[in-house]
């Protein structure tokens, strides 16, 4: 199994996009501020409760919409399939981050699926992976006191030998 290593992440087909989840709830949100706002429009008595809650929800739905417009709602994707890219990160006691690195560089993942992981460690693996498995790329850190530090350059897997990585590395996100 060999690894294809790119050190340019120009060259990696993830891209950060707008979701269109996100996009068609902060729409909704909007539309339902504005109803809310012309119906407090249409309440004559402005000492009510009601007239409050409507000017209030309206004021703060709209607010809330355009933030999450203009903020929220980026997802990273794998651009040939489309897929959502998620990261994590694997900690391990028993490797050190050459050790580790050498294991990625030789295909020799069953090792790295067999060895002692922990909640938190000296040594580091990043993963960022596709929903659909034909994407995994992995970067080894190696903590050096107050900071974690790249040991290795980002690794990419695509397609069939990414499903074969993604089995051995695991998924804690699922």
């Known amino acids: 199994m060999s690894t294809q290593v790119n050190t340019n992440t120009i060259n990696i087909p993830i891209v950060k996009r707008k979701n269109s989840k996100a996009i068609i709830t902060s729409i909704g949100l909007i539309l339902f501020g504005i109803a809310f706002y012309i119906l407090s429009t249409t309440i004559h008595d402005t000492t009510s409760s009601l007239y409050m809650f409507c000017a209030v929800s309206g004021f703060s739905l709209l607010f809330i919409g355009l933030l999450k417009l203009f903020v ?51 040594v580091r ?42 089995a051995c590395v695991g998924n804690p996100v699922k």
């Open 72 to 122: 929220g709602g980026k997802e990273t994707v794998y651009l040939p399939t489309k897929s959502p890219v998620k990261s994590y990160a694997l900690y391990f006691e028993s490797l050190s981050g050459d050790e580790l690195v050498r294991l990625i560089e030789q295909g020799r993942f069953d090792e790295i699926r067999t060895a002692r992981r922990k909640e938190s460690g000296p």
């Open 125 to 166: 693996l990043d993963v960022q992976r596709s929903r659909d498995n034909c994407f995994i790329a992995l970067q080894v850190m190696q903590y050096v006191p107050y900071a974690y530090e790249n040991v290795s350059c980002v690794h990419c897997f695509e397609q069939e030998q990414a499903s074969e990585v993604a």
